[in-house]
């Protein structure tokens, strides 16, 4: 079925189209390079991998509890619109829940293929061009399980949120070449792998938690990779150009942290919009969830060498101040244990399946 049938609300003009600026920069200085940065290329030329095979897609998902979401997570538990609904009701809506969800998984990370592309047009060194289009592949996989697994087990999509949409078309129009890392390598998939970490470490369904946890090993490569480049680039500018950074990231942290409500999803409901933020605004869960996404986002500001006074003063504001003393490191060696160990799980199964199989056909031609 087309994706344009699929949407929830209709996503209105089907290609979105952001002028291109900024100089395309090539290098002729081939026989060099920073170790760390060529080391995590060559990682991510070794961790490919396809997502037609990896993930078991025979996995069934019940659409209308794809995540296992408890009650008391839904934005409406509690409130006067709950104690109406029906059992179905609450399966529809934890199916729209997961559709708004997913789809922004899935517009962000054809974002984050766009702003790899960019990278590998406008950095000047080659060996971030090198890894940058290591990640332009990465983005592609990630974009299509996203979709497929919206297409296939879910049945239903949503448009793209005004406040990403504002966010990718601010990282893409500026014409410095940092700012493709800044807006996405930064805060989108920052954000991003909060998020697929909260989804991954509380769902008890199989084919979800796999997703996640695969396509976190790779985001985890790519956060890496921002922080290397930006640090060594950061340390040259000004302060003026320091500041500019520092306000690109406060705005941002300000749209990231506002859009992580799923007031469209209300909105399908009939639920006027004004309430529904209310809703979203009195929901203890989902204030919790919004404070735990910029756990990835506010150490790796810190790291970079962004920490002015205004920054630090916005960080407080959001309550995520004391999260810049987060360790990066142990966070990302953790995303790619979790997806090590659920591969050695899953191939122990499928190996002790096989061994019981061909057991079984030796007893049953001895029986004969």
């Not at 005004?162 to 998939?189: A, K, N």
Request: glycine content about 6%; overall charge negative; charged content about 30%.
């Amino acid at each position: 079925m087309p994706t344009h049938e699929l949407y929830a609300k209709d996503p209105g003009d089907p290609l979105w189209q952001i002028p291109a600026s900024g100089a395309a920069r090539f290098s002729w200085e081939y026989d060099d390079g920073r170790d760390r940065l060529l080391a995590l290329y060559q990682k991510g030329k070794d961790k490919q991998w396809d997502g037609q095979r990896r993930i078991d897609w025979d996995i069934e998902v019940d659409p209308y509890d794809p995540l296992g979401t408890p009650d008391e997570a839904m934005t409406l538990y509690g409130t006067p619109h709950w104690a109406k609904m029906t059992d179905r009701d609450k399966g529809e809506l934890r199916r729209h829940y997961t559709a708004w969800q997913f789809s922004q998984f899935l517009h962000g990370e054809q974002g984050a293929m766009v702003c790899a592309a960019r990278i590998v047009e406008s950095v000047p060194d080659l060996d971030a061009k090198l890894y940058s289009a290591t990640q332009t592949m990465d983005e592609a996989r990630h974009a299509e399980i996203y979709g497929r697994f919206l297409h296939e087990k879910i049945g239903m999509l949503y448009p793209v949120n005004d406040h990403l949409r504002s966010l990718l078309g601010d990282t893409l129009r500026d014409s410095r070449w940092d700012m493709p890392y800044l807006g996405m390598q930064v805060l989108i998939e920052g954000l991003a792998l909060a998020a697929f970490g909260m989804i991954r470490d509380t769902t008890d369904k199989p084919l979800p938690r796999q997703i996640l946890a695969y396509v976190m090993q790779d985001e985890a490569r790519h956060v890496a990779f921002g922080r290397m480049a930006l640090r060594d680039y950061y340390r040259q500018l000004s302060d003026a150009e320091r500041r500019e950074r520092e306000e690109f990231v406060i705005e941002g942290c300000y749209l990231m942290r506002d859009r992580l409500r799923g007031v469209e999803v209300l909105e399908n409901f009939g639920i006027p919009r004004a309430e529904a933020e209310r809703y979203s605004e009195q929901s203890e869960f989902l204030h919790l969830f919004r404070r735990l996404l910029f756990s990835r986002i506010v150490p790796c500001v810190k790291d970079i060498g962004l920490w002015g006074e205004r920054l630090q003063r916005a960080y407080v504001d959001m309550g995520v101040f004391e999260m810049g003393d987060s360790s990066l490191d142990l966070l990302m060696t953790q995303d790619e244990e979790i997806a090590e160990r659920l591969d050695a799980r899953r191939f122990a199964a499928e190996e002790k399946a096989r061994v019981t199989e061909v057991e079984e056909m030796i007893e049953s031609g001895a029986d004969s």
